[in-house]
């Protein structure tokens, strides 16, 4: 069984020596979409030293979750590029203990996603899954999502712009404790467009539940889409989306209600 990686302190500021910052980029869409294609690319062009951890196929819904009830197949596709047989999760756990154990990245990029995660998806998506776990080892992360155009593809000089943008003014920014950074693009190019900073937003009302096939004893369902709420606060980043803004949210990985302790406190140990 291998030791536990000791993880080196991570920088207060990547933008201190840019060029030779080590870079992992994952996603959730799988190793042959043309959102890691697209991350890909603008990293090799900000950075000398990118590697890529990624899943061998789509694993969209999976959240935060790791496999544990069997092996992981992992494959070396080309020099610093792996396929893994799993989660997003799985990927950047097997990234930083085993594959880049020796060199551990100094940042994290996970997408770009064909689809916005915003408001309560966030708990769903296997992007911000990889960016949670990198946020967990102390290793800055940042998780980028377009919402779908009709056409239910990236639109890739669009995304390429604001990858960049992005990315170069929060390499200069001191990293919160324990945060990661949640990027959503509109699909449609607004030449007005702002950078919006948001809270995350509301929208679930439920789900359409399909019914595929049922016998006496046993019925099989189908989740389908979301119901959607069409009221949002204009600070939400479903509202920035919307508004044909970009959207970037800081997350935490501290789910802890903090304004209730006090109460809890006063309930159960007065």
Not at 9 to 27: E, F, G, H, K, P
Not at 139 to 147: G, M, R
Not at 179 to 206: A, C, E
Not at 235 to 259: C, M
């Amino acid at each position: 069984m291998n030791k536990p990686v000791k993880r080196t302190q991570r920088r207060a500021n990547i933008s201190d020596d840019i060029m030779n910052a080590r870079v992992l980029v994952t996603n959730d869409d799988g190793i042959l979409s043309p959102g890691i294609k697209l991350l890909y690319e603008v990293a090799c062009s900000l950075f000398s030293d990118v590697w890529v951890v990624a899943p061998a196929s789509e694993q969209s819904g999976k959240g935060h979750s790791l496999t544990l009830q069997k092996g992981l197949e992992v494959l070396n596709t080309s020099k610093k590029i792996y396929s893994v047989a799993g989660t997003p999760t799985d990927c950047v756990i097997l990234a930083l203990n085993e594959i880049m154990k020796n060199s551990p990245p100094d940042l994290v990029l996970s997408g770009v996603n064909n689809g916005y995660n915003l408001c309560e998806d966030t708990t769903y998506s296997g992007t911000i899954g990889a960016a949670i776990e990198a946020t967990i080892a102390d290793i800055p992360a940042i998780a980028f999502s377009q919402e779908k155009s009709e056409q239910g593809e990236i639109d890739c000089e669009l995304a390429e712009e604001l990858i960049k943008k992005i990315i170069n003014k929060l390499i200069n920014f001191k990293w919160p404790e324990a945060t990661l950074f949640n990027v959503n693009f509109p699909y449609r190019y607004n030449p007005n467009f702002n950078i919006k900073i948001t809270r995350q937003g509301k929208m679930k009302l439920g789900d359409d539940i399909i019914l595929q096939n049922q016998t006496k004893n046993k019925s099989v369902y189908k989740i389908g889409k979301m119901y959607q709420s069409d009221i949002f606060d204009s600070e939400t980043d479903i509202a920035a989306i919307r508004s044909g803004n970009v959207s970037i949210t800081p997350l935490t990985i501290d789910i802890t209600n903090h304004k209730e302790l006090d109460n809890l406190k006063t309930l159960f140990e007065s």
